[in-house]
């Protein structure tokens, strides 16, 4: 069955500083892989997907992700955090004829100044 | 502007007591679902519908009921509401199949249930 793991349920960094932000996934085919934020008190908003291709995918707010087959992980990536990143992370597999979709726990992501 | 709209934003109730939460997209997409998000368990899909008249279950529809009479709106009817419905909940919509297509998420509904 397929399933998504985020190790990681809280995470604190300094403003400035790199952050990886780790999504492990459980599926039996090449999967759709996506991460998606959620700003406190909104909807959820996508940042980046990996259908096929370059493994290294550019997404928005400077954000980039990559698809690691081997150790079925699509770990999320930022060089240099900002205040206005403060929020929840999930990252998500799809089917490629699938109808569900299966997201992780989420990460939580608190910047300090 | 494309959007999902749902209402209401925030509703307590009691035990018991028939609710809807409507849900509305208005960008012909074909797909619609609802979630519900609690703490330490993410998103969790309750219901699911691929177009009219053709709905689903997720992975936790107990307690829930949907209607798609019409593309545009999907909404979540809960008949006798209790406790352990208390969530936040979201609709989400997008073209084709859910798997390999990006969801539009409207801002959520916040439900208590006393």
């Known amino acids: 069955a397929q399933s998504v793991t985020q190790p990681d349920i809280h995470i604190t960094v300094s403003e400035g500083a790199s952050l990886e932000l780790r999504c492990n996934y459980s599926y039996g085919a090449t999967p759709y892989l996506f991460w998606y934020v959620q700003s406190p008190g909104q909807g959820l908003q996508l940042l980046l997907k990996y259908f096929s291709g370059d493994t290294l995918v550019q997404g928005i707010k400077g954000f980039e992700a990559e698809f690691k087959r081997s150790q079925s992980s699509f770990n999320l990536r930022k060089p240099s955090v900002h205040w206005s990143d403060a929020a929840e992370y999930f990252c998500?597999?799809?089917?490629?004829?699938?109808?569900?979709?299966?997201f992780g726990t989420g990460t939580s992501l608190t910047v300090i100044p | 502007e494309a959007q999902v709209t749902q209402n209401p934003r925030y509703l307590i109730t009691v035990t018991g007591k028939k609710l809807t939460v409507t849900c509305s997209q208005n960008m012909n997409h074909e797909y619609m679902s609802w979630y519900r998000q609690d703490p330490g368990l993410g998103l969790r899909q309750i219901y699911y519908?691929?177009?009219?008249?053709?709905?689903d279950k997720g992975d936790v529809p107990e307690g829930y009921k949907v209607s798609r009479k019409e593309k545009r709106n999907f909404p979540l009817i809960l008949e006798s509401p209790s406790p352990n419905q208390t969530s936040l909940y979201f609709c989400a919509s997008s073209y084709g199949a859910a798997g390999a297509n990006v969801l539009t998420f409207g801002a959520g509904s916040r439900l208590t249930v006393l």
């Open positions: 519908s691929m177009n009219v008249e053709v709905t």
């Open positions: 998500a597999v799809g089917a490629i004829s699938g109808n569900q979709f299966y």
